[in-house]
């Protein structure tokens, strides 16, 4: 199994909702990310997760709150989001934090969110 | 030390011709450099990479190289299909993570 998994595939939540995006792997993986990619731009990175602990927040509002219930589950919980918010939420994982340097990203199909 | 130049930002090309695609970047401590690939709806999935030690590395239609000097890496793809259109990142390991070169669409046509 070399998927990762991310649900909703589509979500349109109004600036005052609270939702959650949900992201999953079986690969064993000690490292899993959150990347924001807008229209027509890369991947931009928002958290990574070591070892299900925080290990880089790159200076995200705190709207956005990330979760690691346990090595295969990441989660990002979203509350009072704008509409400049709008774009495709991608999770991925590697095996280690250390290996990007080396090794592979394994990215899941993305959540495409819309703030109204 | 982090940014990393691609281009072009498109490329439109007949099927069955060449495509090349360039990223420059400026840390000297760089030593693994990949390229993803992006479709439509799709998250990226790495198809190549080159480690410093190494000039060039070739997958079926696919290659990169690798110029150290010069500090650039190119994704070579020859025989185009219209499949191989998709938007393409060069990246590079930054602490714990990787930084995206800024993409180049590529549309092939057949």
């Known amino acids: 199994d070399t998927e990762v998994t991310q649900t909703p595939k589509h979500l349109v939540m109004g600036m005052t909702n609270k939702k959650s995006l949900k992201c999953e792997q079986h690969?064993?993986?000690?490292?899993m990310y959150w990347y924001k990619q807008k229209a027509k731009k890369p991947p931009e990175l928002m958290f990574v997760y070591s070892y299900e602990k925080l290990s880089i927040n790159e200076s995200v509002p705190s709207r956005f709150s990330p979760e690691c219930p346990n090595s295969s589950l990441l989660n990002l919980h979203l509350h009072a989001l704008q509409p400049e918010d709008s774009a495709l939420y991608l999770c991925a994982s590697s095996r280690a934090p250390g290996e990007l340097s080396t090794g592979e990203l394994f990215f899941g199909e993305g959540s495409r969110l819309t703030v109204l | 030390g982090e940014n990393v130049e691609q281009h072009p930002s498109t490329l439109s090309v007949q099927e069955g011709d060449s495509a090349v695609i360039k990223c420059t970047y400026s840390?000297?401590?760089?030593?693994?450099f990949p390229w993803y690939k992006q479709e439509l709806g799709k998250g990226p999935q790495l198809i190549i990479d080159?480690?410093?030690?190494?000039g060039e590395k070739k997958d079926q239609r696919i290659a990169v190289t690798l110029n150290k000097t010069a500090k650039h890496f190119s994704l070579h793809i020859t025989e185009t299909q219209p499949e191989d259109s998709a938007v393409y990142f060069c990246?590079?390991?930054?602490?714990?993570?990787?930084?995206f070169g800024t993409g180049t669409r590529l549309l092939v046509s057949p």
């Open positions: 080159i480690r410093s030690n190494v």
């Open positions: 990246a590079r390991p930054g602490f714990q993570k990787l930084v």
């Open positions: 690969m064993g993986h000690r490292a």
């Open positions: 840390d000297s401590a760089s030593n693994y």
